[in-house]
């Protein structure tokens, strides 16, 4: 898994959530930063989400690795924020205070108001990668998502609640992850230092 590059957005600390942006100069230097890694891992397929700022990354490490076309996957798509897109993390809990909270610290039982619940979302990643793992079985493949879609599949694997879940992903990160016989574990953590 790789979580795209930096986009305007996250450099003022806004949830993008579905909003199509694209990347900044930064992101594409964190999408070639992300290919040169993962060029001589013999990858044999690249998908990515259906946002620019995905297909932007994911093309550029196809390219890296001449893998000639992208599989756009809705599943590895961002979380809807709903209310939220568009507004920092300070505004987000001045909005609904209470789902905020839940936000931080259980995403097992928390909703974005006027969005999508965080166990949902959770659902959707996973059921990507199983995807992904049954189609390339005994394959090495980069699917390119976001931040906080690595962080909902970590929870769901490791357990983790509360403000742990919250592992840093940063742009343009590598998150290993093993699929089988259709089971997921976790095989690196993300690099990074990005927590929002």
């Not at 590059?5 to 594409?28: C, M």
């Not at 979380?79 to 209470?98: C, F, K, Q, R």
């Not at 992904?132 to 357990?159: D, Q």
């Amino acid at each position: 898994m790789v979580r795209h590059g930096t986009t305007t957005l996250n450099i003022e600390n806004r949830y993008r959530g579905r909003r199509d942006v694209p990347l900044d100069a930064q992101g594409y230097q964190d999408a070639v930063d992300a290919a040169r890694q993962l060029s001589g891992a013999g990858l044999t397929a690249v998908y990515c989400g259906p946002l620019r700022r995905t297909i932007a990354t994911a093309q550029i490490i196809a390219d890296e690795a001449r893998v000639p076309d992208l599989r756009i996957l809705h599943g590895l798509n961002n979380v809807d924020y709903g209310a939220w897109e568009g507004l920092t993390s300070v505004e987000a809990a001045m909005y609904d205070p209470v789902a905020f909270d839940l936000y931080r610290t259980s995403p097992s039982r928390a909703a974005c108001p006027m969005g999508e619940r965080l166990s949902d979302a959770q659902s959707r990643m996973v059921g990507a990668l199983e995807l992904i793992g049954s189609r390339h079985a005994g394959e090495t493949v980069a699917a390119v998502s976001h931040a906080v879609m690595i962080r909902l599949v970590v929870a769901w694997l490791t357990g983790l609640e509360g403000e742990e879940w919250r592992i840093p992903v940063g742009r343009g990160s590598l998150t290993r992850f093993e699929v089988t016989d259709g089971q997921i574990s976790l095989a690196d953590l993300p690099d990074g230092d990005d927590v929002d």
